[in-house]
């Protein structure tokens, strides 16, 4: 096992990251947005359910019932839509970032004379491996 030494989190590095999903401003803002709506909308199922139950089926009021079936199934389905759209949006975006920073780190490493790599001592094999995970 190996001793690591150092922060868990940097912040230094953080704000690099973040520099790099610039691009993708727009994209970022509307995933917020829709985080901040299905953040107000998922207390709204069990408060209706509970409503429901109190008022509708406690209160033997079967024709209400039904209306208020159909508004949860709505409820249900827009916060998967939402939900949906924001895991998409936020894997497009890491995903983004990731290949703006591998053709930064590949870019860097042509520009790096050969006499800095040292490939005669480097395994070709090692050499992708070594590059691939930046």
């Not at 993708?24 to 139950?53: E, M």
């Not at 839509?81 to 890491?94: H, I, P």
């Amino acid at each position: 096992m190996s001793n690591v030494t150092g922060n868990i989190f940097d912040i230094k590095l953080l704000r690099r990251v973040i520099s790099l999903s610039k691009p993708y401003k727009r994209q970022l803002y509307f995933a917020l947005i829709l985080s901040l709506i299905i953040a107000a909308l998922s207390p709204v199922r069990p408060k209706l359910i509970g409503f429901t139950i109190d008022t509708y089926i406690a209160g033997h009021k079967v024709d209400m019932l039904y209306y208020m079936t159909i508004g949860l199934l709505l409820l249900i389905l827009l916060e998967f839509a939402l939900r949906y759209m924001f895991t998409y949006r936020m894997e497009w975006l890491g995903q983004s970032v990731i290949r703006d920073l591998r053709i930064n780190v590949f870019k860097h490493v042509l520009k790096v004379p050969p006499q800095g790599l040292a490939l005669d001592k480097i395994e070709y094999p090692d050499l992708i491996e070594t590059i691939k995970p930046l």
